[in-house]
């Protein structure tokens, strides 16, 4: 076990906000499937290419952060898919962890499609090996907007992979892009995404707004690929204020079901979280008298949010 004081582990790239006080561990580096219009966060952060770390690597970045933090009781596996490890080498790092931290939860990304690659019977061995709640990009459930965006999973695959969670009693948290439809297909995008979650009953709702960056708003780097759709008006970003009518209109259309929805993301203009169950209406009533402030005033916070 080396814990010098020389000694630094890698920590995942990104890591959900509900993580920060999670011990992080990187299984593997960037994104394996990078395609997605709307991203390409991880080159822009300067991870150009993906990569599986060795176990061994792995394992003493774990024994470090055992050394420093032994009675940790959350662990989170980045970066974007390390399921990408193949399930040998992943469930070989949750068994370690276990035997050290005896973590209440231990969490990662994962894509819809890596999941469904793996089938039931594996699923099932991922929740038998201690891995608790995988961290899925929903995004959107509209099937021509997902493969406008490339995001390379559509919403049969995403119910399919949430039935073979549940059974395997892993807790599934969903993303959801406010603003991923633009301006033109705005409405198909909330509707559908509602029934799906409607359909699935995640216990997790995350909602974020969609990030168009570039040199012009001051976040210099490689852009998303969505920004050359937007110069060549095949895509029409949403306006802030129709990201707010987003949020109205998927809260209409949401059932009250036993979900936990949260805008836990300094990007969204308006923030509402709480049980589906309980407090629904009280989340609706949020944005409702948000969007019943004079237009001065929106438009002056919305003005006041844009370096967001």
């Known amino acids: 076990m080396d814990t010098s004081n020389h000694f630094s582990p890698e920590a995942p790239t990104i890591r959900p906000p509900s993580e920060w006080r999670s011990i992080l561990v990187r299984v593997t580096r960037g994104c394996q499937w990078n395609r997605c219009r709307f991203c390409g966060i991880y080159p822009h952060l300067g991870v150009n290419k993906f990569s599986i770390r060795t176990t061994d690597d792995i394992k003493r970045d774990i024994d470090y952060h ?43 990304y994962a894509r819809s499609s890596t999941l469904d690659r793996l089938g039931e019977k594996n699923i099932k061995k991922l929740g038998q090996t201690g891995l608790t709640r995988i961290h899925i990009g929903l995004e959107s459930g509209n099937k021509e907007i997902l493969q406008f965006q490339r995001k390379g999973q559509s919403p049969a695959m995403v119910k399919r992979i949430s039935c073979w969670l549940k059974r395997a009693n892993i807790e599934i948290s969903f993303y959801v892009l406010l603003g991923l439809g633009g301006q033109d297909h705005w409405q198909e995008h909330i509707v559908s995404t509602a029934d799906i979650i409607n359909d699935t009953i995640p216990n997790f709702i995350r909602l974020r707004r969609l990030w168009l960056y570039n040199d012009a708003t001051g976040i210099a780097g490689t852009e998303p690929p969505l920004m050359a759709c937007v110069r060549d008006k095949t895509f029409t970003p949403q306006t802030p204020e129709g990201t707010v009518l987003e949020l109205q209109l998927l809260l209409d259309q949401l059932d009250p079901i036993d979900s936990y929805l949260t805008c836990d993301h300094s990007n969204n203009y308006v923030r509402v979280s709480g049980n589906l169950q309980e407090d629904i209406e009280q989340m609706r009533t949020e944005v409702d008298i948000f969007l019943a402030l004079p237009e001065k005033e929106r438009l002056a916070y919305y003005h006041r949010q844009a370096i967001i």
């Open 66 to 108: 055992y050394a420093r933090r032994p009675n940790a009781d959350s662990v989170f596996l980045g970066d974007a898919d390390p399921l990408q490890a193949g399930l040998s080498q992943f469930t070989e790092i949750t068994r370690y962890i276990h035997s050290l931290f005896k973590p209440a939860r231990l969490t990662c």
